[in-house]
């Protein structure tokens, strides 16, 4: 019986290398698939092999455990046979995520804001309750202090007869501070009742200036519309350039009412200071005198320089030398001029039958030509 037993190694298979591979002869039943490896994807296309890893005939490569690349060698051998090389307790990822995956996402997110809506809309029942509450409670509390304003006056009142009754103050005068107090009252009702008349008065006048005012903004639309399209467009223009520059207005007006009231402030702060009035006057003299340093300064910029200074004063003693000459020789010729008149008029002096005829028109003539001669010298003069 024992020598018909055939031994061990024959049923082995061999390995790459010759050797016989432990544990192979062994029957198919003692091997223990792996926990995991044989799972199929969820989303596997249909009409493809049914052997994971393929589509379509092509090897594919899938993540996980399927791509493991796990040697024979290194499988633990153990009495029962071949065991799988244990996987994590997680497992793989979901390997395709299909229409299933996101109909699930999207109705755990519609579920969440379910919830959180509805927690809101209670919050908001419970916040509207305590608003109701809060305001009955208001309007109580309104009531109640004006009952107790009430009872505090009646209070007082009291408070104020004990006093007169502890100090026996005699009824006339109590009647009498009441007729005081009477006629006070009187006339402030009648100061108050004054006051609302003229507060009507007053509402009544401006409703009628807001009624004329829309009257007139009636009548310049009016106007406006009857404009032609380009007047009316440079009429828009022009009033949203006004409405513009009364903003700006507007701006730079609160700018100068800040800039007076800084000014009074530093004006009263200068005033109660020896030490800065004097600073003031200080910085007054150096101001007068930096402009004067400028005034002085652009005159010297204006000044050429010496050579050039030298030309122009030559040039303008040359033309008043040539000016002077030309007076000397009008001044000889006046001076002959005048001789000559001279020695007519001592020949017609001597003459008296011509000079009572002649000599008013030749003294007159004298005259003139002796005005035009001074009229002549003062022009000279003056140029």
């Known amino acids: 019986m ?23 002869g062994r029957p198919p039943t003692a091997i223990q698939p792996p926990p995991t490896a044989m799972r199929v994807a969820t989303g596997m296309v249909p009409g493809t092999s049914a052997h994971p890893g ?20 290194d499988r633990p051998v153990t009495q029962q046979g071949l065991s799988g090389m244990k996987t994590g307790m997680k497992g793989p990822q979901r390997q395709i995520l299909d229409k299933s995956y996101y109909l699930g996402l999207l109705r755990s997110k519609i579920n969440e804001l ?48 004990v006093d007169k009754l502890n100090t026996n103050t005699e009824m006339e005068e109590m009647i009498n501070d009441y007729n005081i107090l009477k006629a006070e009252n ?22 009628a200036i807001e009624e004329e005012i829309r009257r007139e903004r009636r009548v310049a639309d009016e106007v406006v519309q009857a404009m ?18 009364l903003q700006e207005l507007t701006v730079l007006q609160e700018e100068l009412d800040v800039l007076i009231t800084r000014k009074e402030d530093y004006e009263a702060e200068l005033s ?38 030298r030309e122009k004063l030559f ?51 004298s005259h003139s030509f002796i005005s035009n001669l001074k009229l002549t010298v003062c022009s000279h003069r003056t140029r």
């Open 272 to 309: 109660h200071s020896q030490i800065k009035q004097e600073v003031v006057r200080l910085h007054e003299t150096l101001s007068a005198l930096e402009a004067k340093r400028d005034t002085m300064e652009a005159e010297q910029k204006s000044l050429g320089s010496p050579q050039e200074e």
């Open 315 to 365: 040039k303008q003693v040359k033309e008043d030398n040539q000016e002077i000459a030309s007076m000397e020789r009008q001044l000889t010729e006046i001076r002959d001029r005048t001789r000559q008149i001279t020695e007519e008029i001592r020949h017609l002096e001597q003459d008296s039958e011509a000079a009572q005829v002649g000599f008013p028109s030749l003294l007159k003539r």
């Open 186 to 207: 009187d006339s402030e009702a009648e100061s108050i009742d004054n006051i609302f008349t003229e507060r009507r008065e007053r509402e009544e006048a401006i409703g």
């Open 2 to 24: 024992a020598s018909q037993r055939p031994p061990s190694s024959m049923g082995r298979p061999m390995s790459r290398s010759g050797s016989v591979v432990p544990g192979a």
């Open 54 to 73: 393929l589509r379509g005939g092509i090897p594919v490569a899938t993540p996980g455990v399927l791509t493991a690349q796990i040697k024979v060698t």
């Open 228 to 245: 032609p399209a380009a007047k009316q467009e440079k009429y828009f223009t022009m009033t949203t350039t006004n409405e513009e520059l």
């Open 114 to 161: 379910t919830t959180e809506t509805s927690k809101l809309h209670k919050e908001i029942e419970s916040y509207n309750q305590e608003n109701s509450v809060y305001l009955s409670y208001e309007k109580r509390a309104e009531g109640l202090a004006a009952e107790i304003k009430d009872m505090q006056g009646q209070l007082a009142d009291y408070n104020m007869l």
